[in-house]
């Protein structure tokens, strides 16, 4: 059975309300998501793992035939069901790769039909489901997305907090308790109140003086500190039994 993450992208509430309840009548649809507007669609999508989108065409600024087109640059996109109440829009609609193409008032028969086309091309191209996680980050005047499991660690700086790769740092706009609880999900833990590390970047736990620990990683030099309040945490989250 599958585990979908669905995201409903209508700038009316109500018809968001009215296809999420659909959508959760399908055993295959795991978790349903709203988004008000395309940028808040745009956000969701590349932070989080959506695997169908249900999207409408005409909304005010951004219209969900430009997210459609956004979505096609994806190494692997979300599958795209348009959910509209203008028939003519069908052909354009195809010509972006969308899986179907559903009419307003949209009833339930419909939608699983849907999921039924989405499943039968997932299943015919053996697709991946999901998205790569991606964050969004700050690098100067600049704003882009970086792709999560590329980070190495995450350091306070104030309110928000640096990101670093192999070769690069960011700034995030947030704080740490919020990213650890993000990040947790995606193999990162907290060893310290101002760093979070990813846990396949440890390259080893270090002893140093007065029976503080800190770690080596693989893709950076920097040797970051384990606090005392962590160290248990940390020995058992890497195995350690020492």
Known sequence: MNSWKVLT????????AELRYLL?????VAEVQEA????????????????IVFLDISMPGTSGMQLAEFLQNLTNPPAVVFVTAYAEFAA???NLDAVDYVLKPVELDRVEHALDKVEALRSQSGKPTTTEPRMLVEQGDTQTYIL???IVYVEARGNYANVYTKNN????KSSMSTLEK????????????????????INKV????????????????????????????????LGITN
């Open 9 to 16: 992208v209508d700038d009316e509430p109500p018809i968001r």
């Open 92 to 94: 354009d609609a195809y």
């Open 36 to 51: 008000g507007s395309v940028s808040a669609a745009m956000l969701t999508i590349l932070e989080e793992q959506i695997d």
């Open 206 to 237: 270090h002893p140093i003086e007065h029976g503080l620990l800190e770690l080596s990683l693989h893709d950076r030099q920097e040797m970051l500190p384990i606090s005392r309040r962590k160290a248990a945490f940390v020995k058992a989250e």
């Open 24 to 28: 959760e009548q399908d055993a295959r």
């Open 182 to 201: 993000r990040l947790a999900t995606e193999g990162f833990i907290r060893i310290h109140k101002s760093f979070i590390v990813n846990k396949s970047q």
């Open 148 to 150: 999560i499991n590329t």
């Open 169 to 172: 740092s960011y700034l995030v």
